[in-house]
């Protein structure tokens, strides 16, 4: 682990720098406070830091503040090194965001044990932000498919819709929904049709472009997001995705299982569809009618 050294004592950084050097540390020295202030919002900054209350250029505690303003999914333990040891500047020391406090001169043991206790807080700090990353992935995504769930997609959506309504680009969804597919649950089973919902979930990804989001909207209907799609493009792009699913035989632990898709189309018109909701409903209906046709269809929804 690397730690950042700001002191403007030449004497104390060259000891501190062998003793954090000698247990293994890293280290980052900077000799004024807006040196440090400058390492310690570098992306690759030391998530330890020992500053030095009175430094010139920022003191120490001003660099605390700031600190704690930073990105909060990062967090940077601050030991405060200084002289002051009367009651009312340590309580000020924490009130500004420091963590711990060692009054000069200091004891390497002592010193030491405070890194210690740090990286233990660093550790348990990580632990937590895995653990929220985790579950606001598990939030977002659907556990049988892996794609986005309904949440997810929703919200990709709009931020989607934001963005065309703000550079006046065009914008267009496909609601797909499997043909039969309850029958295909009565026939052969729910884990063929779980394996059948997977197997085309993965189907589907490997056509779509780069950019284009992609999430299961709820039992066997999906939502497709184009960004920067005319309807000609979006009406070509599913059919593609169509066939490409009605060729392709499912293996389950059943057997192989043919399948099709219906597909509805709807082009963002800022009229027709002023939100979200209205942009989805138009798609579904397209799709109910792309069913009433004869499935195995995309249909665009009118203008």
């Avoid at 065309?164 to 884990?191: I, P, Q, W």
């Avoid at 997001?225 to 593609?240: S, T």
């Avoid at 597909?263 to 409903?281: F, H, M, T, W, Y």
Wanted: charged fraction near 30%; hydrophobic fraction near 40%.
């Amino acid at each position: 682990m690397q730690v950042l050294i700001a002191d403007d004592d030449p004497t104390i950084r060259v000891q501190l720098r062998l003793l954090l050097t000698k247990w293994g540390y890293g280290v980052v020295e900077c000799a004024d406070g807006l040196e440090a202030w400058e390492a310690a919002q570098a992306e690759d900054a030391p998530s330890m830091l020992l500053l030095d209350w009175s430094i010139p250029g920022m003191e120490g505690i001003e660099i605390c503040k700031r600190v704690r303003k930073l990105d909060k999914n990062k967090y940077s333990y601050i030991i405060l090194l200084t002289g002051k040891a009367e009651k009312k500047d340590i309580i000020k020391g924490f009130e500004v965001g420091a963590d711990d406090y060692v009054t000069k001169p200091f004891f390497p043991h002592e010193l030491q044990a405070r890194l210690k206790a740090g990286i233990r807080v660093i550790g348990l700090q990580r632990q937590l932000m895995d653990a929220r990353a985790i579950l606001e992935a598990e939030a977002v995504h659907d556990s049988l498919t892996g794609t986005l769930n309904r949440r997810g997609i929703k919200k990709a959506t709009e931020a989607e819709f934001e963005r065309a309504s703000r550079n006046k680009s065009e914008l267009a969804v496909a609601m797909f929904d499997l043909d039969n597919f309850k029958l295909v649950n009565d026939t052969y089973g729910h884990m063929a049709g779980d394996t059948l919902l997977q197997e085309v979930t993965k189907k589907i990804r490997s056509i779509l472009r780069p950019y284009d989001i992609f999430g299961r909207f709820g039992g066997d209907e999906f939502l497709l997001v184009m960004p920067g799609c005319n309807g000609g493009d979006a009406v070509k792009l599913c059919n593609r995705i169509r066939s490409a699913i009605f060729e392709h035989l499912v293996p389950t632990v059943e057997g192989s299982i043919k399948v099709s898709l219906s597909i509805g189309v709807c082009v963002r018109n800022a009229s027709e569809q002023p939100n979200v909701d209205a942009l989805i409903k138009s798609a579904d209906k397209a799709l109910y009618l792309a069913k009433g046709n004869g499935r195995n269809r995309v249909e665009i929804a009118p203008d």
